[in-house]
């Protein structure tokens, strides 16, 4: 062979290597050992890897995990499929299994991005959306009794940033009633605390790229199912949308997962904590967090979930002005558009996420300019506490 030759050859690692750690397969494709072995993985005969875009070993590694925690001490066998991002995961399911014609039935506090994709991207394409509040087994009644379209119910809970929860239960007994599926964003919780197929939810999304994650170095989705012939609809729509994950993503995302279980505890306490400590400041008007009893939804949260999450919002007796003061007083804590990292993150949604919603639209969402979301990280929660403590005296 020629050196010009040998430089361009693939040469194979030692295939005896057993590697402690998932290794990262960066191939968009796989060989063959001769046509036949070709032929057979091409025409479903047998198991084998053809291209990247259509299943790749990191993949499916990291997908598979995440399958088994989403299922666990569940009599089930489910599917994972991961994804470039939230967001493309949410598109993918909806492609998947809906056509033009149908109608989603959701909720109008879904992470804004979802609201978007739904109105400005699906309804053009005659995918239609109707908005309900999910909590009122009337509405969502009413809602069906009247359009025969809606073929799925699409829910978040708890909800952004608000804090709301859904009760998943009651959602999937009235979906299976007039036989139409439902999915939900497990985003805020993960399976570690919130378990959607334990109610009969037909699919699961999540956004990776927060605590499954952990570490905000990687945007990924995962599209989670129980049917197999859907899940064989939503594997084609994968492919073929090219909405794929990639391998380096899915490692960093596997690395982040070793410690979720552990951080999701700590997210929790730390959250139970603070949320505590601002419903007893008297400056503070209003703490949303699901796991203490004056919420709204606490009783329904208790049902459903193991612990109450990292998530909390505020609202305290400050002006749009005060409250930015306030926040640039916060040194301890992050500010950042995103959440579920392991360090503390906020967020003020009306000069942020928020900025081109109508403000009498976003009070009516419960947005007030004083509003504060927090992303509680796992810190020592004292230097959480006296952060605050300094910003609202
Ligand atoms: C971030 C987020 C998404 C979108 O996920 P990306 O990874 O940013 O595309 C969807 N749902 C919820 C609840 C989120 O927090």
Redesign the pocket.
Same mark, same amino acid.
């Given at each position: 062979m020629k050196s010009s030759s040998i430089c361009v050859k693939e040469f194979k690692d030692n295939n005896k290597v057993s590697s402690h750690i998932l290794p990262i397969y960066a191939s968009s494709s796989f060989t063959f050992e001769n046509v036949e072995n070709s032929l057979g993985i091409f025409a479903g005969k047998s198991d084998g890897y053809i291209y990247s875009r259509y299943a790749n070993p990191t993949i499916d590694a990291v997908s598979n995990k995440i399958a088994l925690l989403e299922s666990h001490g569940l009599d089930i066998d489910s599917f994972c499929y991961l994804t470039s $991002?939230?967001? +493309?995961a949410?598109s993918t399911l909806v492609m998947g299994i809906l056509k033009s014609g149908d109608t989603i039935l959701t909720q109008g506090n879904l992470?804004g991005? %979802?609201t978007e994709l739904f109105l400005d991207i699906f309804k053009n394409m005659g995918i239609n959306v109707l908005f309900t509040n999910l909590s009122s087994t009337e509405k969502v009644k009413e809602a069906l009794d009247n359009n025969n379209s809606i073929k799925l119910i699409y829910a978040?809970t708890p909800s952004?940033p608000s804090l709301d929860c859904i009760d998943l239960l009651e959602i999937s007994n009235i979906a299976k009633e007039y036989n139409i599926l439902t999915a939900v964003?497990n985003?805020?919780c993960t399976p570690l605390i919130q378990q959607p197929f334990s109610f009969g939810i037909d699919f699961i999304i999540h $956004?990776t %790229?927060?605590y499954l994650n952990g570490h905000g170095n990687s %945007? +990924?989705?995962a599209i989670l199912g129980r049917d197999k012939n859907l899940s064989k609809q939503i594997w084609k729509a994968l492919k073929l949308i090219g909405s794929t994950c990639n391998p380096f993503d899915a490692w960093l995302l596997n690395n982040g997962l070793k410690t979720v279980s552990l951080r999701m505890n700590e997210h929790s306490k730390n959250a139970l904590t603070l949320a505590l400590f601002l419903k007893n400041n008297k400056r503070v008007t209003k703490v949303n967090y699901p796991g203490i009893s004056s919420h709204k939804d606490h009783l329904i949260a208790k049902k459903q979930m193991s612990t109450f999450g990292g998530m909390l919002s505020f609202e305290f007796d400050g002006s749009y002005e005060e409250t930015l003061q306030t926040i640039n007083k916060l040194k301890f804590c992050t500010i950042a558009p995103t959440?579920g990292d392991v360090d503390t993150l906020l967020l003020h949604p009306a000069s942020s996420s928020h900025i081109n919603v109508p403000k009498e639209i976003r009070e009516a969402n419960g947005i007030s300019d004083s509003l504060i979301r927090v992303s509680v990280g796992i810190e020592d929660i004292n230097d959480i506490l006296s952060d605050f403590n300094i910003a609202l005296s």
């Open positions: $991002s939230g967001m +493309s949410i992470y991005g %979802t978040e952004n964003d985003t805020f $956004s %790229t927060k %945007t +990924s989705g959440l």
